[in-house]
Structure formats: structure tokens, C-alpha cells
């Protein structure tokens, strides 16, 4: 918590993408400065024929005012030496959606129940991070087993990002 130096923070060690493939869905959210997806969200992760890591997520955004509507993002995870850090290039389905290569870092999982995951889109001078996003997700869509709670608002603070996050509204919208 003292010491928000983004490279000083915690991610899963010895990550395994084929344990983290499947559906997500995403329970909390602190969203960055731009627009983003708004509720509903969450991603299904695969693995393609080179072994990179890919995933479609879906949820809300509101495009035309007072009309939120269902997007579909394609994303495909590129490897760095840490294995636990992405850069995910994504796009929208439709080509009118946002564009974009994005860090993304998996804090924590266990792989069944929960997963936090962080992204720096803008760092200061001090490399702290002016824009940042983070999502919690859960493979249960209605919600986090009591159990993890504790760990997960422990690395929310350890990302310096402890009491940012808002709830993501699950009603069944965007499904497939
Ligand atoms: C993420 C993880 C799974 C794959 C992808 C993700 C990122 C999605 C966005 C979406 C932005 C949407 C906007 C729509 C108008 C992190 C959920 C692709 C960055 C702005």
C-alpha cells in the first residue's frame, strides 16, 4: 500500500494459462479513465494453435446516450519474460469499438474461484500509475466465495487500489 511503484507489485508467480482458460466473470471493477465496459462483463479465455492465450469479452458500454448496449472485445495475449504479465492487443468486434494494446496482469488467481487483474495504461514520472484499470473476476457469476474476500481486498491494496472498485452488475445481459 505504501509503495505504489507499479513495478513493485505482487503478480500470481508461476502463472498457468491452461489452468486459467474458460469463462470469467467479472464481480468488481475500477475502470480507467476512458470509457469502458459499464456491467455484464465478463471473458472467455482459449488458447489458439501457437499456444498464445485469446479471449472475447463481452459486456455493456453506453455508445449513444441513455443506450447501453452489448459489445463483443477480441483480445490476444502476447508473452513477456514474466509469465504472469501480458500485453493484450484488442480490438472490438465491430470496428467502430475501441482498439488498443494494453498491459495486463494477472495479481492473483486460484485458478476456480477468483482472479484480480491489473493494467497501467499511463505512468508518472515516479512510476506510480495516472491511469489504470483492474478487474476481479469469479468463475462463479453469482459472486466471490467469502473465503477468497480477505486475499482479494489484500492485493486491491497492495495495487494501491483499495476501496476504487465498484460492483459489476450481473442480469443475465450479454450472454452467449
Ligand atoms: C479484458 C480481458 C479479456 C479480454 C479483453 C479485455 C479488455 C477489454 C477492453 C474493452 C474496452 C471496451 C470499450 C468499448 C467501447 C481486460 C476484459 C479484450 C479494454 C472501450
Redesign the pocket.
Known sequence: QSNCNVSTFPVKENFNKTRYLGRWY?MAKKSPD????EDN?Y?D?AQDDQGFMN???RGR?T?LENWPTC?Q???KFLETSNPAKFK?K?R?ALHY??S?F?D?WVIDTDYDTFAI?Y?CRQLNDDETCADSYS?VFSRDPKGIPPGVHGIIRQRQGQICLANKYGRVRHEGLCLV
Open positions: 467479472a476512458s470509457i469502458f465496459l462483463i471473458a479465455f479471449a472475447t469479452a458500454v455508445l459489445v472485445m477480441l483480445g493484450l484488442y472490438g469499438l475501441q488498443g494494453d495486463h487483474t493494467t478487474l
